[in-house]
């Protein structure tokens, strides 16, 4: 690529960087993959976009690319790895705003069609995990999600991590890290047998991704199939089913990686509609629905490949008006959340 | 006089999942059901068969009516088109596509010549029913969701019910509000309905509560409780002295509207249900009922006295 814009320079041409356009909105670079249940690139068509030199539109960006193709060709060389932080703070003036550095490095990382840690750009740690795994690292340290005095451990990329074991058997993913920590401080997670608790804070980042998806690919030496149940436990409303849908089918950004990223086998534990009434949910935790969640509510189900049940809990929440989050569990009269969560898993598992 | 409820007619899993909008043709010959398992079902009238399926729509069916003729149903879904069927031919005659959130719920006026959406920007569109794309006229309101339109029987009012604790009422020529109403603590309108005579207007809310208002001079004449969950359908009967109602509290219950300073009375209750009755539609002849219900369930009641 540089080599081009070196000889179109010497030409006295003005140089152009072919590149791909990854824009969140626009949605038709990407399409559903029905055979890996995915969300996968369409053709990375190489003309897609063109970044001009000193374009009248947007001058820097140019430039700008330029500058980070720079900082990771400097980072590969030394062996080192940055986070997107500190490459936005390397040059502040130039880039403007983190997003911007974002937005570049994922769109370099689709151009060349490699996972964003080959460009030696990681995420900096947001998820938590906790529970019985053994996360051992390329340098040696071991980390034990097992030790219940700490609050979880955040979880390291994938490029740190040379392997992990665990004897559990199932992975609760859970969408706040509220209820994260209120599960491990209770100490509610003893009595459900040995498992793994994982919060990617919400929308999860990259590294909680990976992680949740090794998790479902890990078998034993002499088994076939993989082990371990990834079951996930989101509010019952339109922006924690969307998160649900990350984890499942990955997100329309990182379409390029969803191969390492996605968990196609991950299952809806809860919190389901039908749960207002068999775990009698009280009307008074019940949130009437805005209309930023009808408007999410309505896109979701634009989504053809999601499937029917899915749907169903979709056009129900719209249908009723009204969401519940998973704190609404606490204020029923019948059962608490500890309760709640061994009879769906007891469920899940058969 | 005292009424009571019969029950004539049972169909256990008439749909595989809740039933959510149920009307009896005004010709008085079919049923048509539908929810959330994307089909609508027609049924005979009196004895409960089941005359066909319409096909078509990929996303829950949130409402449907019937023609005066007893001919065309329109039926209206998540999947964002408006569906209007032959029914006794079973085939699609219009597939019209709407934006997300354009089409809420809607209902045909007595002549069968326009028909009314609300949307969940508050207002209503009046289309034609020869051409639904088409929008002759719109009804705006600062209600926040449009959950239910009604239309006056004889044609004059449009009604519409609002998730925030609103009804309108609008003058169908000129547009104007006539009416502003309220009284549901800021609870969801879920149903409404107009008595025959188009002197009443009822209206079903989250609030446990139904109201009755005076139509012409706009005011709450009556609040009727005895509900213990949503009201999620109202259905006036044709002798204008009483109505039905649905639940999630699973019940239904027929009301005698007022004498003068009366309170309204509940008739009858029906018990029998073990999840939410979510809609009810009168025969035309006005002395049967038909409720669909989220167990699945169609039944089908005589009024006696």
């Known amino acids: 690529m540089i080599e081009r814009l070196l ?102 990382a689709c151009f060349f069609q490699i996972p964003r840690s080959c460009l030696n750009v990681i995420a900096s740690a947001k998820g938590l995990v906790a529970g019985s795994l053994k996360i051992i690292q390329k340098d040696r340290s071991i980390l034990d999600c097992s030790k219940t005095s700490c609050q979880g451990t955040l979880i390291p990329t994938m490029d740190l991590i040379d392997r992990i074991e665990t004897n559990a058997e199932f992975v609760l993913v859970i969408e706040k890290e509220a209820t994260f920590q209120y599960i491990l401080s209770s100490k509610m997670h003893e009595q459900f047998g040995p498992c793994i608790l994982i919060t990617g804070k919400g929308y999860p980042d990259i590294a909680t991704r990976q992680l949740v998806k090794n998790l479902s690919d890990l078998r034993r030496p002499d088994e076939t199939y993989p082990f371990l149940q990834i079951l996930g436990f989101f509010d019952n409303d339109p922006y924690g089913i969307e998160i649900l849908c990350v984890y499942k089918f990955g997100s329309l950004t990182m379409s390029f990686d969803n191969e390492n990223l996605a968990t196609p086998g991950i299952k809806w534990l809860g919190l389901h509609c039908s749960d207002w009434k068999k775990y009698r949910i009280s009307k008074s935790s019940l949130i009437r629905i805005s209309s930023a969640d009808r408007k999410k509510a309505y896109h979701l189900l634009q989504r053809n490949y999601l499937q029917a049940e899915w749907k169903k809990e979709i056009c129900l929440i719209l249908y009723m008006g009204y969401k519940a989050e998973i704190q609404s569990l606490d204020d029923c009269e019948n059962v608490n959340l500890l309760n709640y969560l061994i009879s769906k898993i007891s469920r899940s598992r058969f | 006089m005292s009424l009571q409820f019969i029950s004539f007619v049972e169909k256990p899993k008439a749909h595989k999942s809740q039933i959510w909008s149920v009307r009896w043709s005004p010709s008085g010959n079919v049923v048509a059901s539908g929810g959330l398992d994307n089909e609508i079902k027609i049924w005979e009238a009196q004895s409960g068969e089941h005359y066909r399926t319409l096909e078509g729509h990929i996303l829950a069916v949130t409402g449907l009516d019937i023609n005066p003729t007893g001919k065309v149903l329109i039926s209206i879904s998540f999947d964002n088109t408006i569906k209007r069927w032959d029914i006794l031919e079973g085939n699609l005659i219009n597939d019209i596509e709407t934006k997300p959130g354009e089409v809420c719920c809607g209902q045909y006026n007595k002549d069968g010549n326009y028909f009314a959406t609300a949307s969940q920007h508050g207002t209503i569109d009046l289309r034609k029913d020869s051409n639904l794309e088409e929008i002759v006229a719109t009804y705006t309101s600062e209600g926040k969701y449009g959950l239910c339109c009604r239309f006056s029987p004889d044609n004059k009012i449009l009604a519409l019910g609002t998730d925030n604790d609103k009804i309108y009422l609008f003058d169908v020529e ?60 109202v259905a006036a009967a044709s002798d204008n002295k009483h109505f039905v109602s649905g639940s999630t509290d699973c019940k239904i219950k027929l009301w005698q509207l007022p004498e003068k300073n009366e309170k309204t009375q509940v008739v009858d209750t029906i018990e029998e249900h073990k999840e939410t009755v979510s809609c009810i539609s009168w025969s035309p002849d006005g002395d049967k009922f038909v409720v669909g219900t989220d167990n699945l369930l169609l039944k089908w009641y005589c009024v006696a006295k």
């Open chain 1, 7 to 108: 000889f179109d320079i010497a030409k006295k041409r003005p140089p152009v960087i072919n590149s791909v356009s990854n824009i969140k909105r626009k949605e038709n670079h990407s399409r559903y993959d029905a055979q890996n249940g995915i969300i996968r690139r369409k053709n990375n068509n190489l003309s897609n976009k063109q970044i001009q030199f000193l374009s009248t539109k947007n001058p820097k960006t140019f430039v700008i690319m330029i500058r980070i193709l720079d900082i990771c060709h400097e980072l590969l060389i030394q062996n080192v790895t940055a986070t997107k932080r500190d490459i936005y703070y390397k040059d502040v003036k130039l880039f403007g705003n983190s997003q911007t550095v974002d937005l570049v490095i994922d769109e370099l």
């Open chain 2, 174 to 233: 000129s547009a104007k509000v006539l009416h502003k109403l309220t009284g549901h603590s800021g609870n969801p309108i879920r149903c409404l309905d107009f008595t025959p005579d188009g002197k009443h207007l009822i209206s079903g809310s989250d609030d446990e509560t139904i109201n009755i208002y005076d139509v012409k001079h706009g005011n709450q004449i009556s609040k009727c409780t005895g509900h213990e969950g949503y009201v999620m359908c």
